[in-house]
């Protein structure tokens, strides 16, 4: 998110805020009232220092002499953020645990802390000692674990951006069979019928993701809200996530590239089981792929989004089912039909092995190879236990 340019001002009176520089990170102070503003991740460094050096909190968040009373609960509640502009910052309690109300914008993420309250957030972290008071060491425990998961998470976006890099390095041939230069374009499997439910799910997801981007420029609202976390799932949070995930896209591309297998896949299998049996199939693929990379993945904070298991798990039923069949594939710069056990074992190898990359070297991913192959997994086994079924041979598509 680009951020404006113009010096920021503070929210509470609208005095330019001034540059201030603490453990080599540079705040923006209010040198009026004595508010700072914390860009996003500067509180979470400028608390971890506090932590250790809590006479430090001294040196930014100085007395002053007579200020203004900025501790009204519907001033609170107005304040815009400095940076945003005509984003409305939200209060709550630092760390959820904390006795300290900062106010946060749903937008940047950045956060405005009012004079004196930096230093009652030290005091709360930092009980006497000698005072065998057990509320408050259990209050400083969980304000370290608190923080800790902060910093954890934002490490793992710096991770997404080096993985590229990474892999590119480790995998060598393989990174050249990517999807971008092998696309499928069609599937030669027999005649069927309309795919009624596989229309329903593409419009669906569209729908979806239309109402996303159209609610996302809503302040305070995050579409992250629908993607599964692993920790919060295992923390009995959210649990909902675990349906509207499948139906929530990271944006008009990763869109595409779904609807786009899920069209070409799932229309001989919609004709040949029927339309309940195709839709517990594919709800069932996209649990279990995302149940696969939460026991993997169990304290991942990163939202998991996409229907890519479910997806996986009809390529599982496809190549059970019509292995002799062919896939029109976009090769480089030409058109190649290529059976489709090759084609799709070939997918999958490459699924599970970068799974088998990025677990290895501890990295984080923006793509859930783990769950594809578990999604994958599972449509075969689906595919085997209906095996009886009859499967429609005539004509192409």
Same mark, same amino acid.
């Given at each position: 998110?680009?951020?404006?340019?113009?010096?920021?001002?503070?929210?509470?009176?609208?005095?330019?805020?001034?540059?201030?520089?603490?453990?080599?990170?540079?705040?923006d102070q209010c040198p009026n009232c004595g508010g700072i503003w914390f860009d996003r991740n500067e509180l979470d460094e400028t608390v971890r220092r506090l932590i250790r050096f809590p006479q430090e909190a001294s040196a930014i968040d100085v007395p002053?002499?007579?200020?203004?009373?900025?501790?009204?609960?519907?001033?609170?509640?107005?304040?815009?953020?400095?940076?945003?502009?005509?984003?409305?910052?939200?209060?709550?309690?630092f760390g959820r645990i904390s006795n300290v109300v900062l106010d946060t914008c749903p937008r940047c993420r950045g956060v405005w802390a009012d004079h004196g309250e930096l230093t009652a957030l030290v005091e709360f972290m930092h009980t006497p000692a000698?005072?065998?008071?057990?509320?408050?060491?259990?209050?400083?425990?969980?304000?370290?674990?608190?923080?800790?998961?902060?910093?954890?998470?934002?490490?793992?976006?710096?991770?997404?951006?080096?993985?590229?890099?990474?892999?590119?390095?480790?995998?060598?041939?393989?990174?050249?069979?990517?999807?971008?230069?092998?696309?499928?374009?069609?599937?030669?499997?027999?005649?069927?019928?309309?795919?009624?439910?596989?229309?329903?799910?593409?419009?669906?997801?569209?729908?979806?993701?239309?109402? #996303?981007?159209?609610?996302? !420029?809503? *302040? /305070?609202?995050?579409?992250? =809200?629908?993607? %599964?976390?692993?920790?919060? &799932?295992?923390?009995?949070?959210?649990?909902?996530?675990? #349906?509207?995930?499948?139906? !929530?896209? *990271? /944006?008009?591309?990763?869109? =595409?590239?779904? %609807?786009?297998?899920?069209? &070409?896949?799932?229309?001989?299998?919609?004709?040949?089981?029927?339309?309940?049996?195709?839709?517990?199939?594919?709800?069932?693929?996209?649990?279990?792929?995302?149940?696969?990379?939460?026991?993997?993945?169990?304290q991942s904070m990163i939202p998991l989004v996409g229907a890519s298991g479910a997806v996986s798990c009809i390529m599982g039923v496809y190549i059970v089912r019509f292995p002799s069949s062919t896939v029109k594939t976009f090769v480089i710069n030409r058109?190649?039909?290529?059976?489709?056990?090759?084609?799709?074992?070939?997918?999958?190898?490459?699924?599970?092995?970068?799974?088998?990359?990025?677990?290895?070297?501890?990295?984080?991913?923006?793509?859930?190879?783990?769950?594809?192959?578990?999604?994958?997994?599972?449509?075969?086994?689906?595919?085997?236990?209906?095996?009886?079924?009859?499967?429609?041979?005539?004509?192409?598509?």
């Amino acid at each position: 998110m680009q951020m404006e340019n113009a010096t920021p001002r503070c929210p509470v009176d609208h005095t330019l805020l001034k540059s201030l520089v603490f453990n080599g990170v540079t705040l923006d102070q209010c040198p009026n009232c004595g508010g700072i503003w914390f860009d996003r991740n500067e509180l979470d460094e400028t608390v971890r220092r506090l932590i250790r050096f809590p006479q430090e909190a001294s040196a930014i968040d100085v007395p002053l002499g007579e200020t203004q009373d900025i501790n009204d609960l519907e001033q609170y509640r107005s304040l815009s953020c400095p940076r945003c502009r005509d984003t409305k910052l939200s209060a709550g309690r630092f760390g959820r645990i904390s006795n300290v109300v900062l106010d946060t914008c749903p937008r940047c993420r950045g956060v405005w802390a009012d004079h004196g309250e930096l230093t009652a957030l030290v005091e709360f972290m930092h009980t006497p000692a000698g005072t065998n008071n057990s509320s408050a060491s259990i209050n400083t425990r969980k304000m370290g674990e608190a923080i800790a998961s902060a910093v954890k998470q934002r490490q793992h976006y710096k991770e997404i951006k080096e993985l590229g890099s990474s892999l590119n390095r480790r995998i060598g041939f393989f990174w050249f069979f990517l999807p971008k230069i092998i696309i499928p374009i069609s599937a030669r499997a027999g005649q069927y019928e309309f795919p009624l439910m596989t229309s329903t799910l593409i419009v669906l997801n569209v729908i979806f993701l239309s109402a #996303l981007e159209l609610f996302s !420029t809503k *302040a /305070g609202f995050d579409p992250g =809200f629908l993607g %599964m976390i692993p920790s919060r &799932i295992l923390n009995g949070e959210r649990l909902y996530t675990i #349906l509207t995930s499948m139906f !929530t896209h *990271a /944006g008009w591309f990763h869109l =595409f590239g779904n %609807m786009l297998y899920l069209w &070409i896949f799932s229309v001989p299998v919609e004709d040949v089981f029927g339309l309940k049996k195709f839709i517990s199939m594919y709800l069932a693929g996209g649990i279990t792929a995302e149940l696969v990379f939460l026991a993997l993945n169990p304290q991942s904070m990163i939202p998991l989004v996409g229907a890519s298991g479910a997806v996986s798990c009809i390529m599982g039923v496809y190549i059970v089912r019509f292995p002799s069949s062919t896939v029109k594939t976009f090769v480089i710069n030409r058109v190649l039909d290529i059976p489709a056990w090759i084609y799709i074992s070939t997918w999958i190898f490459y699924q599970f092995l970068l799974a088998f990359l990025v677990k290895t070297m501890g990295a984080c991913s923006t793509t859930a190879f783990s769950a594809h192959v578990g999604g994958f997994a599972t449509g075969v086994l689906l595919a085997y236990l209906n095996k009886n079924r009859p499967v429609a041979t005539k004509g192409c598509v």
